[in-house]
């Protein structure tokens, strides 16, 4: 008996890096971008490096969720390079912390993010260096967005420009009461580049992608719910606790359970988001496999027959 669970733990172990890498290879590696599109990471990296300001501080908790904190009060959390480059390496450290369920995406100082450093735009605003800056930037945040783990944005204060992207990086949006998205780019003459208009369209489906990024559009709580760009509305803290409490108590509904079931839930809605349905259907088969006769369903057919 012993001998058939070792082979089984083995098999579902195989399964299971099978079955992600699989899903990885299906959304073709990892990166959006890579060398193949004449990207160079570490080039970026050390030009973004020269832009310091600010830091992305993580925070991994025994409760399997983990908080992301956008540091950089002085600039309303606007995102100097180096910590586009911080960043990305909280999001490599997220991708191999392997008991987590769930990440929450905060602002210091109860504000979201304004979006780039405008000191550091100025300075690299060729085409040349804003596309690599975008590219960056948006392989983190795909990255961030394929974690096999539930995300949340905590939405306080203004999330403008890409701080307004980086919240659609996220399953979920939870904003408080006096808070406003807004994707502000067309006053600054541009359009989404981290990403933010392809996550829009999917999150707010075109035509108020549209309404969005065409107008412009602070969106309060109430416009973010009735879009679906909301997921929630913060209560006032006295009654309810802090916003970072909150969105604890709201998100932890959702994670509760062992993390490989958790983190198995992600992956199969993730394939289904993004592959065509042939390929999401034999990811989903893979995932299955890795907790078919898995601990928790072990346990949880064996507390079943009790039931008798
Ligand atoms: C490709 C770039 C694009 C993207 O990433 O897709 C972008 O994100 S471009 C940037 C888009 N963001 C913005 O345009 C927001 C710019 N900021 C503002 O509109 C306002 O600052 C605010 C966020 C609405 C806050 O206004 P207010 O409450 O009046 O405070 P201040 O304006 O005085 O700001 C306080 C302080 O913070 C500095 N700040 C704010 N945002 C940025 C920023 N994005 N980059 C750099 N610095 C920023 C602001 O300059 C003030 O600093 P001091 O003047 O030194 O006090």
Redesign the pocket.
Known sequence: MVLYALRWQLLKISRGCGAWGRLLQRQSSRFVYSNIHGFDQVEIREKLQAFPGGSIDLLKQDSGIAVLTINNP???N??SGSMMVDLEEKVTQLENWTDGKGLIVQGAAQTFC??????A?RAISNPQD?MK??MF?QNSLTRLLRLPLISVALVEG?A????A?LTTACDFRLMASDSVIQF??K??G?V???G?AARLVHIVRSQNALKLLGGALKVDPKLGLQIGLADGVLEAEDSAGTPLEQAENWLSRYIKGPAPVIRAVKKVVLSGRELPLSEALRTEKDVFGTVWGGPANLEALASKSKHK
């Open positions: 002085s600039r309303m606007a995102f304004s979006g780039s450093d405008l000191n735009v804003g800056m975008c930037m203004r403008l420009g890409g701080g992207e502000v780019h006053h600054m541009l989404p580049g981290w933010g």
